[in-house]
Nanobody, 127 residues
């Protein structure tokens, strides 16, 4: 059974940093797509960043490029999202997600989502 558990959310001032963690079980990163999505109050879910085991690229939505970094520790089966220079517009519930289908591009996953989802962790950025 695939499980994804996020942690690391909280309250931070604008310009600050947070690192989110997603502990995965029931699969390994060798043959999966995995990434981060977010949903702000009153808005649709948005793909933030992901990587796909079938290629060497990392993918980011334009609004976080240069500020957020996705990484993984395969030994710990954990994926991270380092968020720097946070803005109030980054306030959202952040979800970790994964998919067994690795034949799509990261751009596809950021737009259409993935198959498995964590319960989310709240990030609040104050001005």
């Amino acid at each position: 059974e695939v499980q994804l558990v996020e942690s690391g959310g909280g309250l931070v001032q604008a310009g600050g940093s947070l690192r989110l963690s997603c502990a995965a079980s029931g699969f390994t990163f060798d043959d999966y797509a995995i990434g981060w999505f977010r949903q702000a109050p009153g808005k649709e879910r948005e793909g933030v960043s992901c990587f796909v085991s079938s290629d060497d690229n990392t993918y980011y939505v334009d609004s976080v490029k240069g500020r957020f970094t996705i990484s993984s520790d395969n030994a710990k089966n954990t994926v991270y999202l380092q968020m720097n220079s946070l803005k109030p517009t980054d306030t959202a519930v952040y979800y970790c997600a994964a998919s067994r289908r690795t034949y799509n591009s990261g751009t596809y996953y950021l737009r259409y989502g993935m198959d498995y989802w964590g319960k989310g962790t709240l990030v609040t950025v104050s001005s």
